[in-house]
């Protein structure tokens, strides 16, 4: 269980690391975590919202080739922007504290689990099981 419950942490701390990395568009600003995607005549790109230095051209800039793939690959790279996976991984977070603290009250951190927190900590863990240090153990 608490191999389990490392396990997710790790996950979670390095996806909120990447996403705050990827926020920071400048050392001199605030983090800008949200992204919009743009569709005009002048080519469609991926634009930081509130951009601290909009006039710099940015990586974030790029165009696509105006191909149906690149477009669906842009639209859920802006769907899935630094303040998204950030909010994503503070809900995980307090879903996996609150089966902790159920388990504590428990007293079954290290021993028999009930089926209902088990199942919610399996379905944390399954986006991951691809992961070296996943355990077949933990399969639903
Ligand atoms: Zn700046």
Redesign the pocket.
Known sequence: MQDLIEFLTARLDERQKAAEAAAK?????PAAGSWSLTDDESGGHIATDDD??PEERRQLGRRWNRSYNDLFAARHIALNDPAAVLADVASKRRILAVCVADLEQRGAVDGDVDRPTWDVLLSLVEPYAGHPAYRLEWEA
């Open positions: 568009v400048c050392g001199c600003h601290p230095h």
